[in-house]
C-alpha cells in the first residue's frame, strides 16, 4: 500500500485515491504529512523537526485510513433500487406507445385495395394496442411487462 496523509488539507491518499476532506483523531498539531511505501516510511513536520522514518503506521495513520475507508465505502456503495412507476406514470407509458401506433389504425393503412404498399401484419398491430390500452384505461402502479411493439411488414400489390 501506497499512503499519503496530510492533515492540513485533511486530506488522504491510498494507493493513488484521494478522499478529502476527511476528519479523525490524535494527529500532532506538527505533523505536515505522512508517507508510507508497502512497509516503511516517514513522517514530515512542520515545525523545523527533522524527518522521522518510521516502520509501523502511528495509531493517528490508521484513524486517518479508517476514515477514507468510511469514504470509500460510501463512494462505492450500490445505488438504491430505482422506485417503481406510479400508475400514472404507467398510464403516461401506455397513452405514448398508443400515440405512436395511432397510424395503424386508420383503415386504408391495411387494405390492399385502397394502399399500396399496405401494412400486412395491421392485426398484429391491433392485438399489441389492445394489450397496452389496458393500462392506459386502468392503470395500475409498478414495474410492468410491456408488450413487444410489432414489426412493420409492408407489401405491395
Same mark, same amino acid.
Given at each position: 500500500? #501506497?499512503l499519503? #496523509?496530510?492533515?492540513? @488539507?485533511?486530506a ?5 485515491l484521494?478522499?478529502a476532506?476527511l476528519? %479523525?483523531a ?5 505533523v505536515?504529512a !505522512?508517507? %508510507?511505501q508497502?512497509?516503511s516510511g %516517514?513522517i =514530515? ?7 522521522? @522514518? $518510521?516502520?509501523v !503506521?502511528?495509531?493517528w495513520?490508521d484513524n486517518? &485510513?479508517?476514515s477514507?475507508q ?10 438504491p433500487?430505482?422506485?417503481?412507476p406510479?400508475a =400514472? ?7 405514448? !406507445?398508443?400515440?405512436?401506433? @395511432?397510424?395503424?389504425? $386508420?383503415?386504408?393503412v391495411?387494405n390492399?385495395q &385502397?394502399?399500396n404498399?399496405y !401494412?400486412?401484419?395491421?392485426? =398484429?398491430? #391491433?392485438a ?5 390500452r389496458?393500462?392506459? $384505461?386502468y392503470p395500475?402502479a409498478? @414495474?410492468l411487462v410491456w ?5 412493420e411488414? %409492408?407489401?405491395k400489390v
Amino acid at each position: 500500500m #501506497i499512503l499519503t #496523509i496530510v492533515p492540513s @488539507d485533511f486530506a488522504v491518499y491510498e494507493d493513488g485515491l484521494c478522499y478529502a476532506p476527511l476528519t %479523525w483523531a490524535g494527529t500532532p498539531s506538527n505533523v505536515h504529512a !505522512l508517507q %508510507w511505501q508497502t512497509s516503511s516510511g %516517514w513522517i =514530515e513536520f512542520n515545525d523545523g523537526t527533522p524527518n522521522e @522514518d $518510521i516502520t509501523v !503506521l502511528p495509531q493517528w495513520a490508521d484513524n486517518a &485510513m479508517a476514515s477514507w475507508q468510511v469514504a470509500y465505502d460510501e463512494a462505492h456503495k450500490p445505488p438504491p433500487p430505482p422506485t417503481p412507476p406510479t400508475a =400514472e406514470e404507467n398510464k403516461a407509458t401506455a397513452v405514448g !406507445l398508443l400515440q405512436s401506433t @395511432d397510424w395503424t389504425t $386508420i383503415a386504408d393503412v391495411g387494405n390492399p385495395q &385502397m394502399s399500396n404498399p399496405y !401494412l400486412a401484419n395491421q392485426a =398484429e398491430f #391491433i392485438a399489441y394496442r389492445n394489450s397496452v390500452r389496458q393500462y392506459a $384505461i386502468y392503470p395500475v402502479a409498478g @414495474d410492468l411487462v410491456w408488450p413487444t411493439v410489432p414489426t412493420e411488414k %409492408w407489401v405491395k400489390v
